[in-house]
């Protein structure tokens, strides 16, 4: 097993029981001078996706599954990580038991673009259902987004 720290999406655990069900949830944390932002606006979700990048002042909610080696390549190739719009890369993850070393995906793409208002929702709702603190939900449902219809 090896550890994956998600932020997006796959930080809903019923989410991510359907897409691994093989790597359960290990714990949750933050990733210390890292900030979510959005990019790749032309490759889905109409609007940008969720990616993070590097920011000495930030930090971003995570949760830390441990990946089964049966379940990596099916979760690569929802992250599209087969394909190269993701890469991995690897993270230290700050827990309450002390930091655990992980690997998460980070876009390939230019940093910039707004999400579609329905998929900052689901992002909003995963972080809820992962049990993230209310104000790091508050201040997701809060960005700035496109109106789709």
């Not at 920011?55 to 990946?67: G, I, N, R, T």
């Not at 329905?118 to 995963?126: E, F, I, N, Q, T």
């Amino acid at each position: 097993m090896t550890s994956y720290a998600a932020y997006g999406t796959n930080l809903d655990p019923a989410r991510m029981g359907e897409r691994c069900p093989h790597s359960p949830l290990q714990t949750t944390g933050w990733l210390t001078g890292w900030r979510l932002t959005f990019g790749g606006e032309e490759h889905g979700w109409d609007g940008a996706l969720a990616t993070i990048v590097q920011d000495p002042l930030e930090q971003v909610f995570v949760a830390v599954y441990d990946v089964s080696p049966l379940d990596e390549p099916s979760l690569d190739q929802w992250e599209s990580a087969d394909s190269g719009l993701y890469r991995k890369t690897k993270v230290r993850v700050s827990t309450m038991v002390g930091e655990v070393v992980a690997w998460t995906y980070v876009l390939d793409a230019y940093e910039g673009g707004l999400p579609s208002a329905s998929y900052l929702g689901v992002l909003s709702a995963a972080a809820e259902s992962a049990d993230a603190p209310a104000d790091y939900v508050a201040a997701l449902r809060a960005r700035p987004c496109r109106s789709i219809g």
